[in-house]
């Protein structure tokens, strides 16, 4: 009887440390999860919403907003289609627009007479003076961080930079010879507002496969830069900059 108590007791003390092993285990792991961070794609810390700016802008660039994101996609696309497949001219759709709209507003106008309707309200369209200065400041700081850059990368001082610079200006050149400048620019269009969408709901695979390929791309050059990229003479800039 004595040895059934004592067996028992010890089962219950075996039982307790088990109790206190879980616990300890489960709160070390949430202590350690914050601390974990996934990489995310270009080393972004917000999400894609805050990235594009939020707003409605970033809704519709996420479709957040189907209905009216569809709408602007098919409105590009048929213009792309009058432009680029039915040969349509960019001055002569401008002056036909603006024909129509004003026989519209002109016979509207004088039919709502006829009618007792009110005749139709035009919005004043008055442009700032401050929106054009922030355009200008905007297309000036992009246009001076692009010299920049050029002159950096013209300069020498990173060779895994010029080399992705005139990859892909090669590439820009390539797919030039296959479009034209209006079917790239659709392409680029279609692609820069659907893409951002299709991240969103798949971001951890994206993220997944972004590292991987980052980590064989890194291989890659260590290996191009160790059998060929060493051995190509530097000018004097590069050999102060070592020493």
């Known amino acids: 009887m004595v040895e059934a108590v004592e067996r028992g007791s010890f089962m219950e003390k075996i039982n307790e440390k088990i109790h206190e092993y879980k616990e300890s285990s489960s709160s070390d792991s949430e202590g350690e999860q914050p601390s974990f961070r996934k990489k995310r794609l270009f080393g972004r ?31 590009v696309t048929v213009l792309w289609l009058l432009f680029e497949c039915m040969g349509y001219h960019l ?7 603006l024909i129509l709209a004003l026989a519209v507003s002109f016979i509207w106008s ?9 005749p139709p309200k035009f919005p004043e369209v008055m442009l700032s003076e401050e929106l054009f200065l922030s355009i200008a400041h905007t297309i000036r700081y992009e246009i001076n961080e692009a010299f920049a850059t050029f002159q950096y990368v013209a300069s020498g001082k990173d060779l895994k930079k010029f080399l992705m610079v005139i990859a892909g200006l090669w590439i820009v050149s390539v797919v030039g010879n296959w479009f034209s400048f209006l079917t790239l620019s659709y392409i680029v269009f279609v692609l820069l507002y659907t893409l951002p969408a299709l991240y969103e709901n798949y971001e951890d695979q994206v993220d997944t496969a972004a590292e991987k390929a980052m980590v064989e791309i890194n291989k890659k050059y260590a290996i191009l ?10 000018g004097p800039f590069a050999d102060k900059k070592q020493q």
């Open 45 to 75: 810390k917000e999400p894609v919403h805050a990235v594009l700016g939020g707003g409605k802008s970033a809704d519709i660039v996420l479709w957040r907003n189907k209905q009216l994101s569809a709408s602007i996609l098919a409105g």
């Open 91 to 97: 001055l002569t759709f401008v002056s036909h627009s």
């Open 110 to 118: 004088n039919a709502a007479a006829f009618l007792n309707r009110a």
């Open 225 to 234: 830069d160790a059998k060929f990229l060493q051995k190509i003479p530097r």
